[in-house]
């Protein structure tokens, strides 16, 4: 299983980006694909996660209402779309994918990782 993460960029504070997750190989009927960012100097953190047969999403606090993870099975693309963007949410963005059947939000519960895609937020 390959990811391909792209999309990020700079951006205003308020200002809006989506980012997309190519996932391609074979996942299986299983499969969870999730959103995790990291700044220099912290830990990766869990931002969002979606899983494929349910749909089911999920978030962490601070960036819901502002973040939407979203799906295109047609496409094999996984989005986030990233409004009303703050500064603290710059950092590395990176997408990953797991096997298991329920979301977990540790970056050891993810076995494949694409790589990281530079979101700025500054004016």
């Known amino acids: 299983v390959q990811l391909q993460a792209s999309g990020g960029g700079l951006v205003q504070p308020g200002g809006s980006l989506r980012l997309s997750c190519v996932v391609s190989g074979r996942t299986g009927t299983r499969f969870i694909t999730g959103w995790f960012r990291q700044s220099p100097g912290m830990e990766r953190e869990y931002v969002a996660a979606?899983?494929?047969?349910?749909?089911?999403?999920d978030y962490i606090d601070s960036v819901k209402g502002r973040f939407t993870i979203s799906r295109d099975s047609t496409k094999n693309t996984v989005y986030l779309r990233m409004d009303s963007l703050k500064p603290e949410d710059t950092a590395v963005y990176y997408c990953?994918?797991?096997?298991?059947?329920?979301?977990?939000?540790?970056?050891?519960?993810?076995?494949?990782w694409g790589q990281g895609t530079q979101v700025t937020v500054s004016s």
């Open positions: 990953a994918g797991s096997r298991r059947a329920l979301i977990y939000v540790e970056p050891e519960d993810f076995e494949y």
């Open positions: 979606i899983n494929w047969p349910t749909s089911t999403t």
